[in-house]
């Protein structure tokens, strides 16, 4: 038996950001805030959703966001949301400002600790649908968080734990490619390998799902076919249009889970020290991992070369790599400032991550450990 759900409210299409304000009516609700952080504040984004969404510009904003979202951050945003009275959120920006949007509206409602609420501590029962809605507004294309059940949240004791329940997923996705245009190439290649990396995780995850496989598989091709594109001019609307939607797809198929690319990136993105990007670091290990995952998943690898426009004996680890090059994007951990002494414990990490149970092939920390070592 499988139960599939095809899963929010998507508005998707240049300029869709106009339609905010409607959105926020269907919704019954007339008191948002902004949650975002100080990059999308400089970068005129803010004031670009403002003007041409129709909300006040006396929306409450909260622009602490920090890279790796915390639970600091979002008891900060708690605050400022019911000293202001909100009903309502509305989250601009990359994963990072959408994912502590969703753990804010958790905390609004639910009592803490939120640690109680980890899906690996059992916490996914404890989130009910009795929340302020999200609204969610991808200025990047590549986390796929506007449709996504998980909340990715550091807490104080560096733990970076996900949070995850139907009830997490945004009420309503503004897909708008037109906010993606001024995307920096490296960010622009750096969210689009995480897009990447999803379809192909979600794709290989073993959970019975052909319907969530068909998505992925599509998003594939579209990512690889206009993430070059995209990174080169990010002024072709066509190119934006593209990966906004692939990495819409990549997000859509999250609910059969990832693997171990993402069991590795959630720790390592909990590093304090070294604030590293998520879907840099995915690009980064996602050959090792395609290696470490080869044996038992060839059919669905040759699924993948069809997708990717690749010959038969194409070895994709290999494709991954050479793209990850093309893009401009570190090859190694070690160009990204990672050293090995924080092997050991990111093993312990992503053995306990939640993305571990859904990589095809079983993985513990000696594995972990090596996959490690190999993509240092
Ligand atoms: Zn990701």
């Known amino acids: 038996m499988a139960l599939i759900q095809y ?17 926020l009516k269907l919704l019954g609700v007339s008191r948002p805030m902004i949650v975002t952080d100080r990059g999308i504040v400089a970068a005129g984004l803010l004031a670009t959703v403002l003007a041409r969404s129709g909300i006040g510009q006396d929306t409450p904003v909260f622009d602490g966001t920090p890279e790796n979202p ?11 949301f019911k000293a202001s009275g909100c009903d309502s ?23 803490g600790p939120l640690e109680q609420y980890a899906v690996i501590l059992g916490g996914m029962d404890l989130i ?10 991808p200025t990047t294309a590549g986390t796929g968080s506007e449709v996504g059940r998980a909340a990715l949240l550091t807490l104080e004791d560096g733990r970076k734990l996900g949070f995850i329940s139907p009830h997490m997923i945004p009420s309503v996705a503004i897909c708008d490619p037109d906010l993606t245009i001024g995307l920096p190439p490296y960010l622009t290649a750096a969210t689009g390998m995480d897009a990447v990396t999803h379809c192909i995780e979600t794709f ?10 068909a998505i992925a598989l599509d998003g594939l091709a579209r990512a690889a076919k206009w993430i070059e594109p995209a ?32 069991s590795l990136s959630h720790p390592l993105g909990g590093l304090k020290a070294l604030r590293l990007h998520h879907g840099t670091l995915n690009a980064v290990l996602l050959p090792a991992v395609l290696r470490y995952n080869a044996p038992g998943s060839q ?3 040759a699924r993948i070369r069809v997708a990717l426009n690749l010959s038969e004996d194409a070895d994709i680890a290999d494709e ?8 401009g994007l570190p090859a190694r951990l070690g160009e990204m400032g990672v050293t090995p002494d924080c092997f050991e414990q990111i093993s312990q990490y992503a053995v306990k991550d939640h993305s571990t149970a859904s990589n095809p092939r079983p993985v513990g920390a000696p594995d972990f450990l090596k996959i490690l070592e190999d993509s240092l």
Do not use: W
Not at 70 to 80: F, P, S
Not at 91 to 111: N, T
Not at 128 to 137: C, G, L, S, Y
Not at 233 to 261: C, I, S, W, Y
């Open 7 to 23: 899963l929010t409210r998507i508005q998707f299409q240049a300029g869709a950001i106009s339609l905010l304000a409607d959105e």
């Open 70 to 80: 915390t639970e600091a951050a979002a008891q900060d945003a708690v605050a400022l």
């Open 89 to 111: 959120i509305v989250a601009i920006g990359g994963g990072s400002p959408i994912d502590l949007a969703k753990a804010v509206s958790l905390l609004a409602s639910h009592p």
């Open 128 to 137: 009910t649908a009795n929340k302020p809605p999200v609204i969610a507004v």
């Open 204 to 213: 290989l995850s073993p959970r019975f799902n052909p319907v969530a496989d």
């Open 231 to 262: 990174t080169r001019d990010g002024a072709d609307a066509t190119a934006r249009h593209e990966m906004m939607l692939a990495a819409l797809q990549g997000g859509l198929t999250f609910q059969k889970g990832l693997g171990a690319v993402h």
């Open 299 to 301: 059919e669905k690898y």
């Open 320 to 327: 991954m790599a050479a793209l990850a090059q093309r893009l």
